[in-house]
């Protein structure tokens, strides 16, 4: 069998499981489209994910696990765009709170500003240490205060700073316009990646590991405690959507007559429609990604990526900038992690801090990785729709193995007690058993880098 054989074989088999939870009501197949379809939007945001991992791993060798940081700070773009601002949070104390920050990057600034600017001596651990000491001071007296007055504007429904409203008072006709919060998460994810490469990139291995690791649990820990930025664990909700709403759609009576002439019911037509309405968005965002990447990796640039990766030294001696490429792909890689963050947030129409979990936004994304093909951008798309599936469909199938395999037992019966309690782990068990597999008998992937 030809790889090209293998590859289209293997694409098709995943697209025949996704078809058969939507058609057909057989053993852990639900035969709904609704279902089907909520898959496969999350299965295109978990591609797009992996997509940005594989940017890092497969073209560069870096190995960044601090995924679930990245993907934070889109949702949180997607607050920042798409809310309406708090009445009167900036006169309160939202200024106050963008000066705190302005003292606080400035006396990070002068610091080192101080630190490359004086000779190496005491004097200068004096000045920087009286600078940090002096700056963290004043920094707190003037941000506290801010925060202090925003958090206590109607904190059960508001007090946060609120968003730019990007969709204006009729944010149901304009919701398509949160569609900007997309790429503006892409930046703001980039733009933390910038901070973290230019202190963390000279680590390697499992030391880089470590060390984005940290900082996306920093991320996670600001974004759940600081809830003038976005509520904390009390969460946003309410995000407008880029897709109609399906309550407007079922008292349109244009819509009313399609869903008939096509032998549907309002309710059903306007979940599938707006469903629908997301794959088609999600689709779009995920092709365009996957047409730059592979420009990318058959460009100049994307050998010479690859040639960092294989020997640093040589490429090192031939004159190519290791440390700035390393922190070019960190940026790219992280910016569409960002990307996909905002892009969820959106379609779960709320921002959730507490969510945002290492096993689902890290190792789930590396084990898509993996699977799928590291270095392959079309194996890391595969590998996301594959291992999504499997993350939905094997809970079921735990359930279905425990009520076969325990029968013929009495409901008090220690194996069916068992059983019942282990069908609840049975993800993990199924990750770690595919992981295995695929580095056993495939250790490239199911698409291997050609």
Not at 101 to 119: D, E, N, Y
Not at 178 to 187: K, S
């Amino acid at each position: 069998m030809t790889l090209t054989m293998r590859n289209t074989l293997l694409v098709v088999a995943v697209a025949a499981l996704y078809i058969l939870e939507g058609s057909t009501t057989f053993w852990i197949f639900s035969g709904s489209w609704d279902s089907a379809l909520k898959m496969i939007s999350f299965a295109l945001i978990g591609s797009i994910m992996a997509l940005g991992v594989n940017l890092q791993w497969g073209f560069a060798g870096l190995f960044n696990i601090g995924i679930m940081g990245f993907v934070a700070l889109g949702g949180l773009a997607t607050v920042l765009i798409s809310m309406p601002p708090t009445p009167g949070a900036w006169s309160a104390g939202g200024w106050q709170i963008l000066l705190g920050l302005a003292l606080g990057a400035a006396t990070i600034i002068g610091a080192v500003f101080l630190f490359r600017s004086l000779p190496k001596g005491r004097k200068r651990s004096a000045l920087i240490l009286a600078l940090l000491i002096g700056g963290f001071f004043v920094f707190r007296a003037v941000f506290d205060g801010g925060v202090a007055a925003v958090e206590a504007i109607n904190p059960a429904a508001t007090g946060y700073l609120g968003g730019l409203n990007w969709g204006g008072d009729n944010y149901k006709a304009n919701g398509w316009l949160t569609i900007v919060a997309w790429p503006v998460g892409g930046l703001l994810a980039a733009g933390a990646a910038w901070i973290i490469g230019k202190t963390a990139l000279g680590l390697r291995s499992d030391y880089l590991a470590i060390a984005t690791l940290g900082i996306a649990e920093i991320i996670i820990a600001v974004m759940k405690n600081e809830d003038w930025l976005g509520r904390g664990v009390k969460n946003v909700v309410g995000l407008p959507r880029p897709v109609p709403y399906e309550a407007d759609l079922q008292v349109d009576p244009s819509f009313i007559e399609r869903a008939a002439s096509l032998g549907l019911d309002p309710v059903t037509a306007s979940t599938l429609y707006t469903k629908i309405g997301y794959v088609v968005l999600f689709t779009i965002v995920l092709l365009i990604l996957l047409w730059l990447a592979q420009r990318a990796l058959q460009s100049p640039w994307g050998r010479m990526m690859r040639a960092i990766r294989d020997n640093e030294v040589a490429a090192e001696a031939m004159g190519k900038n290791v440390t700035a490429r390393h922190l070019q792909i960190f940026i790219l890689g992280s910016a569409i992690c960002g990307i996909a963050g905002a892009m969820m947030t959106t379609l779960d129409g709320q921002l959730t801090p507490g969510t945002y979990q290492p096993l689902r936004f890290t190792f789930l994304i590396w084990v898509m990785v993996i699977v799928g093909g590291s270095g392959n951008n079309f194996g890391s798309i595969l590998g996301g729709f594959l291992i999504w599936w499997l993350w939905v469909m094997v809970e079921p199938l735990g359930q279905w193995i425990a009520q076969v395999t325990t029968a013929g037992f009495d409901p008090d019966h220690w194996f069916r007690i068992r059983m019942e309690d282990a069908s609840a782990h049975f993800r993990l068990f199924t990750m770690g058993l595919v992981l295995l597999l695929v580095l056993r008998f495939s250790p490239k992937g199911l698409m291997p880098e050609r």
